[in-house]
């Protein structure tokens, strides 16, 4: 382990006692798309899939503002940052470049997963080392205390629900060095709609408030008002989400739990932090009647940054505040499209009535903004120190 622990080199580390077979032959060809082989994970493992992922860890990094949301970074640079299944590792990419911002250099990147998809980052000038392990089976091959930084992103569909969660949130803060930080990012799966005229959360940081008035998206607390779904085909995208999820022992809405998991963890953890955010899928029609406190969004046409074709009325949002809700949609109809044949099977669907389904869902989302009735994708981001 001491030798794996010095290396740079961007070649696959097997992990002892992985099973051969599983990590040479990981793969299978089902209903058209690449999945991992005898695995609970529901999504593909192919290039659209991955361009997804990197497409949604761009938007994740655009809302929270920064690659890394756990405090003090500058006061105690890291040295060793363990990216949990790193898949493509574009998150470690530009963590790198958040931390070139801050003036902090020399960082090491390991990235961790089941399959080497990872580009080779050394040849972006990045300290990088990828460990090819299911990090279902512990202990992970890593020493106590080996990294400074562990970011576990997206994991809700990766770790089973109960005994198998618990035992590797104990992995993960062993591997963390004392003083270290533990950061999860992660989102639910099913959809809600923003109910008109939230309250801020109260006892806000003024910087995170700050970029949710620039990005358009709203910082959610538990006074936060939510309803189901307006949109058909988001609400029934939703039951079937659960239904699906739910019967592979995954967690459907992992953001539930997180903080919960870490405030259970008071000899071990400190300084546990949280930042919720919901990103509406589209314009929302009271967001016109809002004044959110740094902008009015009751502004005239020509005051307006993003124009419209005739006959329809201008945008409240800036053109960069569109795209990005734009590419929360996307984000979306990308995850349901991976899902597909798990969803067809919980919705009782054939192959001819999905595909009917699926071009009414793409006619009302895309072409007739069908999320607009306060319809969101919930992430959020929760980080504590190694005591």
């Not at 860890?57 to 503002?65: H, K, V, Y």
């Not at 932090?273 to 406190?293: C, F, H, N, Q, S």
């Not at 740094?294 to 419209?308: A, G, P, V």
């Amino acid at each position: 382990m001491e030798a794996a622990r010095g290396s740079t080199s961007s070649s696959s580390t097997h992990s002892t006692g992985e099973s051969t077979a599983s990590l040479q032959t990981p793969f299978v060809i089902r209903h058209g798309r690449r999945y991992l082989r005898d695995l609970p994970y529901p999504l593909p493992c192919d290039l659209p899939e991955l361009q997804r992922q990197n497409l949604y860890t761009l938007l994740q990094t655009t809302i929270f503002g920064k690659a890394l949301c756990s405090p003090q970074l500058k006061e105690k640079p890291p040295k060793r940052v363990l990216e949990v299944g790193c898949g493509s590792a574009y998150w470690s990419s530009l963590c790198h470049e958040y931390f070139a911002s801050l003036g902090i250099h020399d960082v090491e990147f390991v990235g961790l997963d089941i399959v080497p998809v990872a580009a080779d980052l050394n040849k972006q000038g990045i300290k990088w080392r990828f460990v090819q392990h299911d990090l279902r089976k512990t202990p992970l091959p890593f020493q106590d205390g080996e990294f400074d930084i562990v970011m576990c992103k997206d994991l809700g569909l990766v770790i089973p629900v109960g005994l198998p969660s618990q035992s590797t949130l104990e992995e993960f803060m062993r591997i963390t060095a004392i003083g270290g930080k533990l950061e999860f990012w992660d989102c639910d799966y099913g959809i809600r709609s923003l109910l008109p005229h939230p309250p801020p959360p109260p006892g806000q940081n003024a910087e995170d408030d700050e970029v949710a008035a620039e990005t358009a998206t709203f910082l959610i607390s538990p006074s936060t008002p939510f309803a189901n779904a307006q949109n058909k085909y988001l609400g029934e995208v939703t039951t079937w989400l659960h239904d699906a999820i739910d019967n592979r022992k995954l967690y459907a809405m992992p953001c539930s739990r997180i903080l919960q998991m870490l405030l259970q963890e008071p000899e071990t953890l400190s300084d546990v932090g949280y930042r919720r955010i919901a990103v509406p899928l589209g314009e929302m029609r009271w967001e016109r009647d809002v004044d959110r406190g740094l902008r009015s969004l009751q502004r005239r046409d020509s005051e307006l940054t993003t124009k419209t074709t005739a006959g329809e009325e201008s945008s409240v949002l800036t053109e960069d505040q569109a795209a990005l809700r734009r590419t929360a949609l996307t984000v979306v109809i990308q995850f349901v499209e991976g899902l597909e044949h798990l969803l067809k099977e919980v919705s009782g669907k054939n192959q001819e009535e999905w595909q009917r389904w699926w071009g009414w869902m793409m006619d009302d989302l895309v072409q007739n903004r069908g999320a607009s009735s306060g319809e969101c994708l919930e992430m959020g981001a929760w980080w504590a120190t190694r005591i």
